[in-house]
C-alpha cells in the first residue's frame, strides 16, 4: 500500500516537472496560513501515514509524514514520554509531516531546544522524483553536511518530506507552574539571571503593555526536589503563587496553540509579528501604529507584537529587531494586502553569505521548480 503512495507521489512530481508546474506540499492543511500565500496545485501527504517504528527504551520514533500528531503524542504519552519541542498543532488534523516542515517549536522551545535539535534523519522525495534517505535513528550519525536539519522550517519548498525520525525524551518527573505581576523590564531582569543558574525552568511568559505592569507566568520542570526548591525561590522573589494543575495546563496549551485571549481579540485589520531576538535584549519601543500590548516568551527571545498588516509596518518592525540583533516575522495576517511574510537572507547583513548557498541547495534538490510556491521568499 505504501509502494503504490510512494509510487503516485512520484508520477505527480515528475508530471508536474515537466508541465513546469509547481506543487504545494500539504498535510492535514492546519498552517496553509503560515508563509507566503499560494494557489498551487496540491499534493497531499496524508495518505501516507503511520508509526514505523517506536522503541521507548531507544527515545526514538519514525513515522510517516501524514501521520497525525495527535497520534504520535498520545503513543509517546502510554509510555510517559513526549516532544519536548512541544510543536503547535494549529488544528486537530495537524500531522507530523507538516510539524516538521513549518519547524515550529512552543513554550518549551527555550529549555528543550529548536524542533530542528531533535531530528535525526528524513527520508525524501526530491523535484526529480527521487527517493532519498539522510541521517539514521541515533545522534551524531551524519559525517558531512546534514540534510535532515533543512526540513524544518522549509515549509514545503525544499523537497517532499515522506518519513521522519525525531528524538523524544521522558516526561518530566514533577512541574509546576507561578504566576505574578511585574513590569517587562523587571521580568527580563529576573529570567535572564536565572537561566544562568541551575534551576528546571522550562518555560515562560510575560503579557502586558511595554512600558507598564504586566502579568509572568513561569513554569518549571525537572526532578520534584529541584521543582520545589525553585518554586519556593520564585514565590519569595516575586511574591508568586502556585497555578492548579489543570489550570495550568490548559493555560500553557493555549498559549501553544495561541488560543488565549491576547491573541483571538487581535483588532481588525491587523497581523500578527513575531520577532526573534537575543537573550540580552531589553524592553523595545512599541512603534504607534502598533497595539501597545506585547506578549514575551521564550524569557524574552520571542516576542509578538500586533500591528497593521503592511509593508510599511514590516519595514519599521524588521528594521528595529534588526537593531536589537534579531528578525522580524509576520506570522500570522489575514490582510489581503500583499508583502512578503519573512526577513530576506539578504536583509540580514549577519546571514547575506547564506543567499548562494541557499540557492544551489534548492536547484540540487529541485532543478525544476516543483516546490517553488513562494511559502518562503
Not at 495518505?47 to 504520535?72: F, N, S
Not at 532519498?132 to 540534510?147: E, Q
Not at 521543582?227 to 514565590?235: G, K, L, N, R, W
Request: proline content about 6%; overall charge neutral; glycine content about 10%.
Amino acid at each position: 500500500m505504501k509502494e503504490t503512495v510512494l509510487s503516485q507521489f512520484r508520477e505527480q512530481i515528475i508530471e508536474a516537472g515537466k508541465q513546469n508546474q509547481v506543487l504545494s506540499i500539504q498535510g492535514g492543511n492546519t498552517k496553509s496560513w503560515y508563509g507566503n500565500p499560494n494557489q498551487s496545485p496540491i499534493l497531499s501527504t496524508k495518505p501516507y501515514q503511520g508509526i514505523l517504528d517506536y522503541q521507548p527504551e531507544e527515545l526514538v520514533i519514525t513515522a510517516c509524514a501524514g501521520t497525525p500528531i495527535a497520534e504520535i503524542e498520545s503513543t509517546l504519552a502510554k509510555n510517559n514520554q513526549i516532544l519536548p519541542f512541544e510543536p503547535p498543532h494549529f488544528g486537530e488534523d495537524a500531522t507530523f509531516g507538516g510539524v516538521i516542515a513549518a519547524g515550529l517549536a512552543g513554550p518549551a522551545r527555550i529549555s528543550a531546544g529548536n524542533l530542528r535539535d531533535f531530528v535525526l534523519g528524513t527520508r525524501l522525495m526530491d523535484g526529480r522524483g527521487e527517493d532519498l534517505s539522510f541521517g539514521g535513528k541515533v545522534m551524531k550519525n551524519v559525517a558531512g553536511y546534514d540534510v535532515s536539519r533543512l526540513l524544518p522550517g522549509s515549509l514545503g519548498t525544499l523537497a517532499l518530506l515522506l518519513e521522519a525520525s525525531v528524538k523524544v525524551l521522558p516526561k518530566p518527573a514533577a512541574t509546576a507552574s507561578l504566576r505574578c505581576k511585574t513590569g517587562a523590564a523587571n521580568a527580563l531582569k529576573v529570567l535572564n539571571e536565572w537561566a544562568g543558574q541551575p534551576l528546571p525552568l522550562n518555560a515562560s511568559v510575560w503579557i502586558g503593555h511595554a512600558g507598564d505592569e504586566g502579568e509572568l507566568t513561569i513554569r518549571l520542570a525537572g526532578a520534584k526536589a529541584a521543582v520545589t526548591s525553585a518554586s519556593q525561590m520564585i514565590q519569595d522573589r516575586l511574591g508568586a503563587t502556585v497555578l492548579d494543575d489543570l489550570e495550568a495546563d490548559l493555560f500553557w496549551r493555549n498559549l501553544r496553540e495561541q488560543q488565549l485571549s491576547w491573541f483571538t481579540q487581535m483588532p481588525n485589520h491587523h497581523a500578527l509579528w513575531r520577532l526573534s531576538l537575543p537573550a540580552n535584549c531589553p524592553v523595545l519601543e512599541i512603534p504607534k501604529d502598533c497595539s501597545p500590548a506585547i506578549m514575551m516568551e521564550w524569557h524574552g527571545q520571542e516576542r509578538w507584537i500586533q500591528g497593521p498588516a503592511n509593508q510599511s509596518t514590516a519595514n519599521v518592525l524588521q528594521k528595529l529587531a534588526l537593531q536589537h540583533g534579531g528578525h522580524a516575522t509576520c506570522f500570522r495576517s489575514l490582510n489581503a494586502d500583499g508583502f512578503e511574510r519573512f526577513t530576506r537572507l539578504e536583509s540580514n547583513p549577519l546571514t547575506a553569505g547564506l543567499e548562494a548557498v541557499q540557492k544551489r541547495l534548492r536547484h540540487s534538490f529541485d532543478p525544476f521548480g516543483v516546490f517553488t510556491t513562494g511559502r518562503l521568499p
